[in-house]
């Protein structure tokens, strides 16, 4: 069982990939993070230099809702910046046993030097052509919800993603002959997934149906059709695509919970005779 204001490995995992996701702070001292650069999924890495009693009330300022802190193994340093987050108002927690317990268990964990480019906050930045459909969102949702929460997207006209990219530093997405793109049969999404190292089954299931809707192979899964109807039905009741994505960002939400939790559920009607719900 936990200790106090610390949360478990396994209870973390459950919550990756959610709506419900604390905000993950690692916490480790620069040597160590030198040594093992790689994160947890989502996690913002914060300098050695802002841990200290005079900068962690600025810290606090920055969060916005739960947060947990991660350190090495779950010690002095993770547990006294949650408890310095806690004086400043915030639900916070410690990851039990700290990033070498989530490794021993064999729990995912991405490469940040992937990202190439960010904003003045820290912010992975993306663009890439307007009125999105497809993979156009659910890059953007496993983006927020495994890779950077923070993450910052742009939408333009399809001949100006490269210099939009150029002029902003910001990487390009799904578009010809860029890194972040399709490769032989795989979508964008599937890259994502192959190159962040996220071997997580949910994902790989979804990434199924996402390329299975994105490329005309509605053969690929049961599932590809209704996200292609529920894609589709979205481009046309938002002119927005910021707009856009929050709504899809949300049909990607289902979709998630559905490949981790519910592929074996059912459902039928009418109810079984003693009123209960057949499924």
Request: overall charge negative.
């Amino acid at each position: 069982m936990p200790a106090p204001d610390a949360i478990s490995c396994e209870k973390l995992a459950k919550l990756i990939g959610t709506p419900n996701c604390p905000i993950l702070i690692d916490v480790r001292r620069e040597d160590v993070r030198a040594a093992e650069p790689r994160l947890l999924p989502g996690a913002i890495p914060v300098p050695e230099a802002e841990l200290s009693p005079e900068h962690l009330p600025g810290l606090a300022t920055r969060q916005s809702g739960s947060v947990v802190v991660i350190c090495a193994e779950g010690h002095r340093l993770s547990q006294g910046v949650a408890a310095w987050l806690r004086h400043e108002g915030l639900q916070a927690e410690y990851l039990e046993g700290g990033q070498e317990a989530w490794v021993a268990l064999g729990l995912p964990t991405i490469d940040p030097a992937k990202i190439i480019a960010r904003d003045t906050l820290g912010r992975s930045l993306w663009v890439t052509r307007s009125r999105p459909k497809i993979d156009r969102i659910a890059c953007p949702w496993l983006i927020r919800r495994f890779i950077d929460p923070r993450a910052v997207f742009l939408f333009v006209n399809p001949p100006e993603v490269a210099g939009v990219a150029a002029r902003f530093g910001a990487m390009p997405y799904d578009v010809d002959g860029v890194f972040w793109s399709h490769r032989g049969e795989l979508c964008t999404f599937d890259v994502l997934i192959a190159e962040f190292g996220l071997s997580i089954p949910a994902l790989e299931r979804l990434a199924l149906i996402v390329r299975g809707a994105d490329t005309a192979r509605l053969d690929l899964a049961p599932e590809a059709a209704g996200l292609l109807a529920a894609s589709l039905g979205l481009s046309r009741m938002y002119s927005d695509d910021i707009e856009q994505l929050q709504a899809g960002i949300a049909l990607y939400d289902t979709f998630f919970r559905w490949a981790r939790d519910a592929t074996s559920e059912t459902h039928n009607w009418p109810a079984s005779s003693k009123g209960e719900e057949a499924v």
